[in-house]
């Protein structure tokens, strides 16, 4: 199979490297807990255009740091072992100082990176895994799960906070290990 996985918030736990950074940067101390939505601007107290100027500005550091999800890459190895094809398909910018940080990331938590299976600035992830034959996808992120349930491409929810209440009854994961079940059905 080809398989499909997000970065933040599906192998990574990058929620709370960005809470750690914005309270640094902000002279706050909210907790992981406290941020139920996708984006950080309501517990912040930011506007979305504040939100999002403070976002690239520290992009590159939140995403340098934070750990992989337990068993993310351990499972993925093996599911590459298996013969399965992975594609990391994020959303981050395709900027030169972006793609580094994140290339550097996944070969320093050891998951299947390799120069070919990396596609960056894919605001349209449904469209993407549609071009590459993806057969099943990974993802958190509420606004990609409505492009690929549109789509028709089979995904599985990677559970968040702020994912609980999604509308579309897809599989959902709370670990890693999960998805060899879900492989072979």
């Known amino acids: 199979m080809k398989i499909g996985v997000d970065i933040d918030g599906t192998i990574k736990d990058t929620h709370r ?3 750690e950074v914005y309270n640094e ?4 101390a909210v907790r992981v807990e406290e941020v139920t939505d996708f984006y950080l601007d309501e517990a912040y107290g930011l506007s979305k255009k504040e939100g999002k100027m403070l976002w690239r500005k520290l992009e590159e550091k939140i995403y340098s740091l934070g750990l992989p999800l ?10 590459e072992k298996q013969g399965h094809e992975i594609y990391f398909i994020t959303a981050r910018p395709g900027m030169k ?5 994140t290339r550097k990331w996944l070969k320093k938590n050891h998951f299947p990176y390799k120069e070919n299976n990396l596609i960056m600035n894919s ?16 993802e958190d992120a509420p606004f990609h799960l409505d492009k690929l349930v549109e789509e028709e491409i089979p995904t ?3 559970d968040a906070v702020y994912n609980r209440n999604y509308p579309h009854p897809l599989k959902r994961i709370k670990d890693w290990r999960e998805v060899y079940n879900l492989i072979q059905k």
């Open 97 to 101: 100082n972006i793609e580094k940080v």
């Open 17 to 19: 490297a960005a809470v």
């Open 123 to 138: 605001q349209n992830k449904a469209k993407i895994a549609k071009e590459i034959g993806i057969d099943l996808f990974f």
């Open 156 to 158: 599985v929810i990677v």
């Open 70 to 79: 337990p068993h993310a890459a351990e499972v993925l190895n093996e599911l």
């Open 25 to 28: 940067e902000l002279d706050q």
